[in-house]
């Protein structure tokens, strides 16, 4: 059982920046895949990154590319999201998720992550 808790949300303005982290209890975060998820009202949870295991490999849709950054610290048992040029279309509840996975392997749908956090609020103003 792995329990997962989300931290780092909060109001921001567009083109600010914020670090969102996800702390994990147990003592095999470093056999999780990695990914982050967000949803808006009204809305389906949408993919924003993942990460390998090792942190090695990482992916995330074009509409996150080049802005946002995902990284795992294992010794810490912590994953990160780092968002820079936020904007209001990035205002959701983050949702940070582990998967058993193989070496080298990530996720993108939420199908295939076995755990999850309670969501982090994230507020773009314009």
């Known amino acids: 059982q792995v329990q997962l808790v989300e931290s780092g949300g909060g109001l921001v303005q567009a083109g600010g920046s914020l670090r969102l982290s996800c702390a994990a209890s147990?003592?095999?975060?470093?056999?999780?895949?990695m990914g982050w998820f967000r949803q808006a009202p009204g809305k389906e949870r949408e993919f924003v990154a993942a990460?390998?295991?090792?942190?090695?490999?990482?992916y995330y849709p074009d509409s996150v590319k080049g802005r946002f950054t995902i990284s795992r610290d294992n010794a810490k048992n912590t994953v990160y999201l780092q968002m820079n040029s936020l904007k209001p279309e990035d205002t959701a509840v983050y949702y940070c998720?582990?998967?058993?996975?193989?070496?080298?392997?990530?996720?993108?749908?939420?199908?295939?992550?076995?755990?999850w956090g309670q969501g982090t609020q994230v507020t773009v103003s314009s």
């Open positions: 998720a582990g998967a058993l996975s193989y070496s080298g392997y990530y996720y993108t749908h939420p199908k295939n992550y076995d755990y």
């Open positions: 147990g003592r095999t975060f470093s056999s999780y895949a």
């Open positions: 990460i390998s295991r090792s942190g090695g490999t990482t």
